[in-house]
């Protein structure tokens, strides 16, 4: 069935580093989510994606959708310790558009 | 709106012992989701409501997990009978149509631990 990758699985940086996760599916997405989770907490919506070629900012992160949209990643540049938590892409499965498979994170770790 | 609610916050119990998490959605929003998180298996999504109806529930892992929404403010999850396996966080989250490309909102999370 349609899988959402996600890479690394882990990353350490030190404060000022950058930063990129990487979301690969198997089948062209209608669209796709990223979410962040601090430790401890809940997952939190952070953008969402939906052209082929997208590019969206928030401030020190940058989200992209695939040409082919079956790819995604998000690039923070210079970390800070506030950006320390694991994160998610999520896609829709299958035509069902109403349910979200979540990739497996990647857990971020700022030094100070 | 105070966000998507979930109790209890945490939950220890022992092996066999029956086991009820609740959620509020979010007033207005139409889907509900339950999600459970551990390290093996990620967030994987367990079920899904639609105006309070069972959409899809091929995500429940046995016969012990059964979920119900009995009207558009609260929802319930509960395994019967528990066992030590079932140790995770459950999350609720609820949207507004996902199709028409909705964010989800997560509640807090119930951490449940089974002896």
């Known amino acids: 069935g349609q899988q959402v990758m996600q890479i690394p699985q882990y990353q350490h940086v030190q404060e000022g580093e950058d930063f990129t996760t990487y979301c690969n599916s198997s089948?062209?997405?209608?669209?796709i989510q990223w979410y962040k989770q601090r430790p401890g907490g809940h997952p939190v919506f952070l953008i969402q994606?939906?052209?082929?070629?997208e590019v969206k900012k928030q401030k020190r992160l940058t989200f992209q959708f695939g040409e082919a949209k079956k790819n995604s990643s998000l690039h923070i540049t210079a970390t800070q310790t506030t950006d320390v938590g694991t994160y998610f892409c999520a896609g829709p499965i299958g035509n069902n558009f109403n349910k979200f498979y979540f990739g497996s994170g990647t857990k971020l770790n700022v030094k100070p | 709106d105070a966000g998507v609610i979930q109790s209890p916050r945490h939950e220890v119990t022992e092996m066999g012992q029956e086991v009820t998490l609740r959620c509020k959605p979010i007033?207005?929003?139409?889907?509900l989701f339950w999600y459970r998180q551990t390290m093996m298996r990620g967030l994987e999504l367990l079920i899904y409501?639609?105006?309070?109806?069972?959409?899809?529930d091929s995500g429940m892992p046995e016969d012990r997990f059964s979920a119900k929404m009995p009207n558009a403010s609260f929802s319930t999850l509960k395994i019967q009978p528990s066992e030590p396996r079932d140790s995770a966080v459950y999350f609720c989250?609820?949207?507004?149509?996902?199709?028409?490309?909705?964010?989800?909102?997560f509640g807090p999370g119930t951490r449940l631990t089974v002896l």
């Open positions: 989250a609820s949207s507004f149509d996902p199709s028409s490309y909705n964010e989800q909102f």
């Open positions: 089948t062209t997405l209608s669209n």
């Open positions: 409501f639609n105006n309070n109806v069972p959409i899809d």
């Open positions: 994606l939906v052209k082929s070629g």
């Open positions: 007033s207005g929003h139409d889907y």
